[in-house]
């Protein structure tokens, strides 16, 4: 069994940054990528960034294109979620998930939430 815990979530004002981190419990795991998502009150989960975990190519939704930044750093088995000019509209709870090579995201972490003020 592998467990994501995530945290680095809390509330911030618009405009300011937060770092997400996603560390994985066991090493010996399928893994294609990992990636982030989100999900707010009223509304469905939505992807938000992706990173193969080999190669580390990335991939981002356009709504945080250009101010998220998605890496991972191996030794640590973790993934990170660089958040800059944040907005209210990235106010949710954020979700860290294990991709395998057939495009399944299994693994869900409890998820940490972020709230941003205007």
């Known amino acids: 069994q592998v467990q994501l815990v995530e945290s680095g979530g809390g509330l911030v004002q618009a405009g300011g940054s937060l770092r997400l981190s996603c560390a994985a419990s066991?090493?010996?795991?399928?893994?294609?990528?990992m990636g982030w998502f989100r999900q707010a009150p009223g509304k469905e989960r939505e992807f938000v960034a992706a990173i193969t975990w080999v190669v580390g190519s990335t991939s981002y939704a356009d709504s945080v294109k250009g101010r998220f930044t998605i890496s991972r750093d191996s030794a640590k088995n973790t993934v990170y979620l660089q958040m800059n000019s944040l907005k209210p509209e990235d106010t949710a709870g954020y979700y860290c998930?294990?991709?395998?090579?057939?495009?399944?995201?299994?693994?869900w972490g409890q998820g940490t939430q972020v709230t941003v003020s205007s």
């Open positions: 066991s090493r010996t795991f399928s893994r294609y990528a």
């Open positions: 998930a294990v991709r395998l090579v057939t495009g399944e995201y299994v693994y």
